[in-house]
Nanobody, 116 residues
Framework: QVQLVESGGGLVQPGGSLRLSCAAS????????MGWYRQAPGKQREWVAA???????NYADSVKGRFTISRDNAKNTVYLQMHSLKPEDAAVYYC??????????WGQGTQVTVSS
């Protein structure tokens, strides 16, 4: 099993920045990639960004150039640095770990609110 704990959400004005963190514990060696998803009220959960164990990254078009995903292997932590935030970025952000056997693990989510 993999346990994920997110932190770093909050209220930010449009154009501002936030950094989300996701600390992983448990069966770390089983993780193939980690990523971030988000879900706004009334909408489906959508993929935001992902990073593999080797450090390869990928982003949704809607956040490309504004968000950066990174990882600190020593701390078993993945980060999502978000810049130039827009009201449409407001959502609950979920950390995801995808394992080599095809299992998905989720954190509890952290709220990001973008409002003036």
């Amino acid at each position: 099993q993999v346990q994920l704990v997110e932190s770093g959400g909050g209220l930010v004005q449009p154009g501002g920045s936030l950094r989300l963190s996701c600390a992983a514990s448990g069966s770390i060696s089983s993780i193939r990639s980690m990523g971030w998803y988000r879900q706004a009220p009334g909408k489906q959960r959508e993929w935001v960004a992902a990073i593999t164990t080797s450090g390869l990254t990928n982003y949704a078009d809607s956040v490309k150039g504004r968000f950066t995903i990174s990882r600190d292997n020593a701390k078993n932590t993945v980060y999502l640095q978000m810049h130039s935030l827009k009201p449409e970025d407001a959502a609950v952000y979920y950390c995801n770990a995808y394992t080599y056997i095809g299992a998905n693990h989720w954190g509890q989510g952290t709220q990001v609110t973008v409002s003036s």
